[in-house]
């Protein structure tokens, strides 16, 4: 096993933060994976819903994005800035009606569970042990 030397307390602080930031980057891609695929799975596929009056862009299945805010932390999030539709729609718009298991509409209201509320329920389940497996990943001994 090969070791490392550091010489000052800066330098050890230094090369564990390394360590860190690869760990959280690669637990920010998961999670960007996990809401990609709420979205898919509640949205997308909800079964009480199919449009048969416009064609799905699937801007909104791939605005799922994450990244390093500083020093161990990250944000994972639905980028609406990269959202464009033709139709005139607000791309702000359209994730409220997905937050609230609606299709392009109130009225559009379905009783699948909104991709958010399942999202959430899988951080608070699988968010911080996903976190140690990257840790211990990147050679960081976690309990």
């Not at 360590?19 to 959280?24: G, T, V």
Request: hydrophobic letters at 35%; charged letters at 25%; a neutral charge.
């Amino acid at each position: 096993m090969a070791s490392k030397v550091f010489r000052t307390p800066v330098e050890l602080k230094n090369y564990i933060q390394v360590l860190c930031d690869k760990a959280i980057k690669a637990t920010v891609e998961e999670a960007k994976k996990q809401l990609t695929k709420c979205i898919d799975e509640q949205y997308y596929k909800d079964p009480e819903f199919y449009p048969n009056v416009y064609e799905r862009t699937e801007a909104f299945l791939n605005s799922a994005t994450g990244q390093l805010l500083s020093n161990n932390s990250a944000e994972i999030y639905i980028d609406v800035e990269g959202m464009h539709y033709k139709n005139n729609f607000n791309a702000m718009q359209v994730v409220t009606w997905a937050s609230n298991s609606q299709h392009g509409a109130n009225y559009y209201q379905t009783s699948t569970p909104d991709f958010w509320s399942t999202y959430i329920e899988w951080c608070n389940e699988n968010l911080i042990e996903l976190l140690k497996i990257n840790l211990r990943k990147v050679g960081l001994k976690i309990k």
